[in-house]
């Protein structure tokens, strides 16, 4: 059941007004309305065209939701929301006599906070516009991969000798390893030769989701059997990933082929629990120009694996890197700009452009990425340490004004 209330005052056309709405489920449902600092309830009763949303609901600011298409015809400005708080003797310090006031000086700072014009960006075609506690974060929206058929293609970039250092770190997060038979993976420029060679070789970042210990982190080097033979892969034992929270992934290597130059860190810090799987390659892999560098997508023996989860913040450098140059303690994404070593830093979510496929930009080179079988809504508001963000739909850059109340 839902219920429904109507006031007494008529908010005139042309002209700001404040309007304030609580309910209180303990006493029948009972609705609070304030127009302009003034109560202006007129009446509330039980409606049966609604259940409440449930959690996994998304909040909708402008339109109906449960299908109506009742689009919101004119200006918004200033939306918060308080879950669970008595706000009826802060009515007058939130109206301020007209004039928008710091929600963050009340006695109760708001649950969520939408500033609307005055946070957000515009990204074609969509306004990002972070919950006000996030505005000032590195990051507040990321990427999310269904584990189908989504991934992010990067061309013939990046090619990574295996004889040279590298360090690969991102943000990720992922509920469950489901139907993956062998790895999610995170970013690689790996191929598969199929029978009667069945080789498979190049590079690659992912989880493997067999064997012992599943859903660990692992770094591959995968020799062609020509300029390069063997394999050096090794994996960390200490964490699975299938929690549903973000965490900072970093791999290093130093060159070496040995295993005992890879090292991963995890929230920041080493996981020295490891196992070396293989530890046989040498030589020097050569490129092949028709191998694409991946995001989400890693071929395997008779198929391919997906990421299904949330990739943020991925950065590739030519150097070792200390982890104190990616991990500040925080739980959050730094600013990577002026990195030495950097050589492809993909924001994901904070600066991707969205028209038939998604535009994955290369904030620090050039090796932009293009997205395959991804829709709009794969953009998300979420990230380490920052959720709630929120996305606008059917909006242009000039629907972001500079009239306020």
Request: proline share 3%.
């Amino acid at each position: 059941m839902s219920y429904f209330g109507r006031s007494t005052a008529v908010i005139s056309a042309g002209t700001w007004h404040h309007v304030f709405l609580g309910i209180d489920l303990s006493i029948s449902g009972d609705i609070q309305i304030f127009i302009d600092g003034n109560p202006a309830k007129a009446s509330s009763n039980l409606w049966n065209r609604h259940a409440f949303s449930t959690a996994t609901d998304g909040l909708f600011i402008g339109e109906e939701a449960q299908g109506w298409i009742l689009p919101f015809l004119g200006n918004m400005d200033e939306f918060a929301i308080w879950a669970n708080e008595d706000l009826s003797s802060d009515i007058a310090d939130i109206y301020n006599n007209g004039t928008p006031t710091n929600l963050n000086d009340l006695s109760s700072i708001p649950t969520a906070w939408y500033r609307m014009g005055d946070n957000s960006t515009f990204k074609s075609p969509q306004i990002l516009m972070p919950e006000n506690t996030n505005k000032d974060k590195e990051s507040k929206y990321s990427m999310a991969f269904d584990g189908v058929d989504d991934y992010v293609d990067c061309g013939d970039v990046l090619h990574f000798s295996g004889d040279t250092p590298m360090t690969v770190s991102a943000w990720v997060k992922i509920t469950t390893a489901a139907g993956h038979t062998s790895s999610v993976p995170v970013v690689n420029k790996k191929k598969v030769r199929m029978a009667p060679t069945y080789i498979m070789s190049g590079w690659a970042v992912d989880f493997l989701t067999s064997g012992a210990q599943t859903n660990r982190l692992c770094f591959s080097i995968l020799g062609d059997g020509s300029s390069a033979t063997g394999t050096l892969r090794k994996k960390a034992l200490t964490l699975s990933f299938t929690d549903g929270l973000w965490h900072n992934i970093v791999v290093t290597y130093d060159g070496s082929e040995d295993a005992a130059g890879v090292k991963f860190y995890i929230d920041g810090t080493e996981d020295t629990t490891t196992q070396t799987l293989s530890n046989s390659f040498t030589g020097t892999l050569a490129n092949d120009a028709t191998v694409d560098l991946q995001i989400g997508k890693v071929p395997k023996y008779g198929g391919t694996n997906y990421m299904d989860g949330n990739i943020d913040e991925l950065a590739i450098f030519n150097s070792v890197k200390a982890i104190g140059d990616i991990w500040d303690g925080s739980g959050s994404p730094t600013d990577l700009t002026g990195e030495s070593g950097l050589v492809s830093w993909w924001r994901m979510g904070e600066q991707a452009t969205f028209s038939t496929n998604w535009s994955v930009f290369d904030a620090i080179g050039v090796n932009d990425g293009t997205s395959v079988n991804m829709s709009i809504e794969d953009r998300q508001g979420d990230a380490s340490n920052s959720s709630i963000n929120s996305l606008s739909y059917n909006m242009t850059e000039s629907d972001i004004e500079t009239e306020t109340p």
